[in-house]
């Protein structure tokens, strides 16, 4: 008993952990990432000309970026579910998710300079942001409580 409740514990406490570290890197974005869309996207931006960018180092940082908010985000699974299997399981889907998204944001970024950027603001949006972890976690504990109640 005492030895459930200590794992119960950690995984509260791990849990815990990985939500500060997802915290920080959205507020340290400005020091830890290379991305001149910061800014931008936060004032009004209609009709306005986007700031240049370095688009290898802006894809590399989205990439670092993406990559802290994914470990962050399966460290959180993981502290919830236990099951290195769902673990897996998110880490292919955030892999594909990050290669349509990216290539979506890149493909805007080069091809439709200042037309419309609202697909191109919520395609960065995604990359950015630990949104997937907000969709799993309700999703595989909605999973896990249908199979126990079916059994």
Request: aromatic share 20%; net charge positive; charged share 15%.
């Amino acid at each position: 008993m005492l030895n459930k409740l200590l794992q119960h514990k950690l995984r509260v406490l791990l849990f815990a952990v990985f939500v500060v570290l997802l915290a920080a890197v959205r507020s340290f974005e400005n020091d830890l990432f290379y991305d001149p869309f910061i800014y931008f996207f936060k004032q009004d931006f209609y009709g306005k000309q986007l700031p240049h960018a370095n688009t290898m180092l802006l894809s590399l940082s989205m990439l670092f970026r993406f990559s802290l908010n994914t470990l962050f985000s399966l460290g959180i699974i993981y502290a919830l579910f236990k099951d290195w299997k769902l673990v897996r399981f998110s880490a292919v889907l955030y892999g594909i998710f990050f290669l349509v998204a990216m290539f979506i944001f890149l493909a805007i970024l080069v091809w439709t300079r200042n037309e419309n950027l609202m697909p191109m603001f919520y395609a960065r949006r995604f990359i950015i942001h630990p949104i997937l972890v907000l969709l799993f976690v309700p999703a595989f504990y909605f999973q896990r409580n249908t199979i126990v109640k079916q059994k």
